[in-house]
């Protein structure tokens, strides 16, 4: 009968329906958990050089008539601040990643000279630790994406490169492409990571060794902007490393293959 069999379906359609907006429902809690998950963290992040400015601010006040306690309470007053600052920084960075509106604009880029710069940013840090920093290949590869996203992920797996390096190290970083993929590896010969951890580190807030990050000033933030730029431009991030002998890091993008492909896929042109 044609009136049952409409009911049977409109029935069937309303129960599709439920089990949708249950599963909506369900992702909008998980969201909801991993915002608040978030927010606790920072709160936790920043209570720590927050109470040492308070510490300190105090400890200028009585040490008024002692220059040298000063100076040094004066200097270590700057390192909190700009450790604050970072942490800023680095959470409004990943917030605006994680809203999906952090690329403004995207543009056809030179992947060598997005290296080149984020090099040049940390040579100063590198000669500091007599670190030399190998560019390895030039692939003359093109990415459509926002320029300087792009720079800060790969400073970022620089940066990190040289902190986690003993002195004296040596740190490759390489460009290359193939089948529409462009590569940037950046390996280095430091401390490693533990392999129960390799996949973990990408996650906000995750250090392998809480005292060790600390020292070297680190917010625990920096993989994870370098993921969501990675997959912000529909690419990726993957990590291999051995305890104590050192670690790579690849970030893999398409290639565009020319402005005009670019523009094909809808995007404006530079
Ligand atoms: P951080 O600011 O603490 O370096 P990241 O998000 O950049 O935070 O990295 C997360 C953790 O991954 C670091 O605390 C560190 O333990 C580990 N790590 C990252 N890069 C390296 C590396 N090149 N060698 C060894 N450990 C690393």
Known sequence: DASVTLL?????????????????????????????????????????????????????????????????????????????????????????????????????????????????QNRVLASGKRIELALRTRSKARVWGDRELLIVAVHNLVANAIAYSPEGGRIGIGTARRDGIVEISVTDQGIGIPEEDLDRVFERFYRVDQARSRHTGGTGLGLAIVKHTAEEHGGDVRAWSTLGRGSTFTIRLPEAASAADAADAGAERP
Request: no cysteine; hydrophobic share 50%; net charge negative.
């Open 8 to 120: 049977v379906r409109v029935a069937r359609l309303g129960t599709r329906f439920v089990l949708l907006l249950a599963e909506d429902r369900t992702e909008a809690k998980r969201l909801d958990a991993v915002r608040r998950d978030f927010i606790a963290n920072i709160s936790h992040e920043l209570k720590t050089p927050i109470a040492s400015v308070g510490l300190l601010a105090e400890a200028v006040d009585q040490a008024a008539d002692e220059p040298e306690r000063v100076r040094r309470f004066a200097s270590r007053l700057s390192e909190e601040s700009s450790r604050l600052a970072r942490i800023t920084n680095e959470v409004i960075q990943l917030t605006r990643l994680q809203a999906n509106d952090a690329v403004a604009e995207r543009a056809l880029l030179d992947l060598d000279e997005i290296v080149a710069v984020a090099i040049d």
